[in-house]
């Protein structure tokens, strides 16, 4: 084994689904596990077979379809469980088993068992696994909270009876980073035989430390950590993969171990997982969280300007965004805006900017947070030609229920022609826009939709937003109405016209972009 190389063992799609409400159907299972598995991910706990029809079916898919990643399900410490797992993942190119039992105090009084009679079924059911499975894995379940001797005797037993990686769970989230790395120094001085096998990690974020745990226990000697995209999992969730890949690529001087996994993949995944789980990514978490790379201060907004490195210690491209989002708002600076607007395609003398920042400034104390558009309209006092009339709807009717296709009829008006289409999609939201794509054939990619009601009720204004992008050009379009579809139907050609002026303004050969990076998903 390379003494510098640690394994990613994620268990997002086993762990992390159980998290309450985070459910994955059959097919985001299989598309998650292939970002997993393109990633670099060394080991996919894809599911607990002998859970579900469905768990099992989805790990023996996952096994037939995994390209470079070992393919483990997980087992209790019965010889049916094992049985089904085996089963799931003789699929795999390689695969493995992975099979546990509570051994703290706690957990030894749920089945009733005494030292001596768990110990030999730990015996027993690893040696079956081993039996049928050259990579077994054995967790002693809450092992933070277990007695330090009998703890050191299970795992004796269970590398006797084949186990090849030995798991260390902090099932509680309840160890601290010392504690973690002097119990994985303690057993690999005292346990026979555990110089040869692998040590491994899985720490829960009950008190806000599992990345430190896990961590600290790499430190220790410990050479796999088990974790999830962004850090989902039971209650508080696990160490976050994100986290510790980061950790390591960034702190290498004092954590020189390396990882396969690519880096630069790490947002999309985040976002997917997000997406599929319904667990949207608070804001400020670390590496993926949407003000990770944000700067509203006006200090660290010029810092930012003169030398990234002022303020950041990772580049956004290193997982996998574009560039660092200059949050617009009321701690902006100067520099800040005019370098916003210059991005924008708007040079501005000094007395010019001075008049805009004082008005930027009031409209920031009413706003949380202001956007291209806004600006746009604070340097323009008479904006109306931001408000082209290029293009306008004159008439919309969709068709859309159980029953597809969905069907939008629409009439559109063109520099003062009316041309109509009827167009299908999947639902009437997108068949709307291909049909005003069918009427106005146009690159520009659709970055953000979203639907906010102005009021409470069924009889509701829907503010929709609108965020498209084109060669670099951004625009934003927004429409109010009671009718949802209508109001998108606006948005989108609201912003279709934005881009269109800013095609007109923009000067050759020079490309009108944000600096923002806005989180599409």
């Known amino acids: 084994m390379t003494q510098d190389r640690v394994f990613i063992f994620d268990t997002t799609l086993r ?8 459910t994955m159907n059959h097919s985001e299972k299989l598309e998650l596990a292939e970002m997993l598995d393109d990633m670099g991910v060394d080991i996919i ?11 099992f079916n989805a790990v023996r898919e996952i096994s037939k379809r995994s390209k470079n990643s070992v393919i483990c399900g997980l087992a209790r ?5 094992i049985d089904r797992c085996a089963e799931a993942v003789r699929h795999a190119a390689q695969p493995r088993i992975h099979t546990f039992i509570g051994t703290s105090p706690l ?12 110990s030999q079924r730990i015996h027993d059911t690893v040696t079956h696994a081993r039996n049928l499975c050259d990579n077994v894995q054995w967790s002693p379940m809450d092992a933070t909270r277990t007695e330090y001797d009998y703890l050191c005797r299970t795992i004796e037993i269970a590398i006797n009876a084949g186990a090849t990686t030995i798991n260390i769970p902090d099932t509680v989230g309840y160890t601290a980073p010392r504690e973690s790395a ?5 057993l690999l001085a005292d346990v026979p035989g555990a110089t040869d096998v692998i040590f491994a990690t899985h720490c829960h974020n009950d008190l806000g430390m599992a990345t430190a745990n896990s961590l600290a226990a790499v430190d220790a000697g ?16 696990n160490t976050a993969l994100e986290e510790v890949v980061m950790a390591m690529k960034v702190r290498n001087d004092i954590m020189p171990y390396s990882t396969q996994i690519d880096s630069t993949k790490i947002m999309a995944i985040s976002r997917r997982v997000a997406t599929v789980s319904g667990f949207a990514v608070q804001f400020n978490k670390a590496i993926v969280g949407k003000n990770a790379f944000a700067h509203e201060s006006g200090i660290h907004q010029d810092g930012m300007l003169k030398n990234a490195e002022t303020f950041e210690i990772m580049r956004p491209e290193d997982v996998g965004l574009t560039e660092t989002n200059l949050v617009m708002g009321k701690h902006s600076g100067r520099a800040a805006l005019r370098s916003k607007l210059k991005n924008l395609g708007i040079e501005l003398a000094d007395n010019q900017l001075n008049d805009v920042f004082v008005r930027f400034k009031e409209l920031a104390d009413r706003k949380k947070e202001v956007f291209d558009d806004d600006l746009i309209a604070l340097v323009r006092a008479d904006n109306a030609d931001e408000q082209s009339d290029h293009l306008s709807l004159k008439s919309l009717r969709v068709v859309c229920g159980t029953r597809g296709p969905q ?3 629409l009439e559109l008006t063109i520099d003062g022609e009316t041309h109509a289409v009827t167009a299908t999609g999947d639902g009437p939201v997108d068949a709307t826009f291909n049909a005003v794509k069918q009427l106005y054939p146009h690159s520009a990619q659709l970055q953000l939709y979203q639907v906010s009601a102005v009021t409470e009720g069924t009889d509701a204004q829907a503010t929709v937003s609108v965020r498209m992008e084109e060669d670099g050009k951004i625009a934003t379009g927004q429409s109010a109405d009671t009718d949802t579809v209508v109001a998108s139907a ?3 050609i609201n912003a279709l016209n934005r881009l269109i002026v800013r095609r007109e303004k923009s000067a050759p050969g020079e490309d009108i972009k944000s600096v923002s990076y806005k989180d599409a998903g």
């Open 182 to 186: 002097e119990l994985i120094a303690r």
């Open 107 to 118: 957990h030894r009084a749920i089945p009733n068992l005494t030292q001596d009679e768990m």
């Open 490 to 492: 606006k948005a989108y």
């Open 77 to 81: 410490a019965n010889f049916k469980d």
């Open 222 to 237: 410990a050479r796999q950590i088990e974790c999830t995209i962004n850090g989902l999992g039971e209650r508080a969730g």
């Open 407 to 409: 069907k939008a009829a």
């Open 45 to 55: 706990e894809a599911g607990f077979p002998v859970a579900s029809e469905g768990d």
């Open 15 to 22: 762990d992390g689904e159980q998290s309450p409400g985070a």
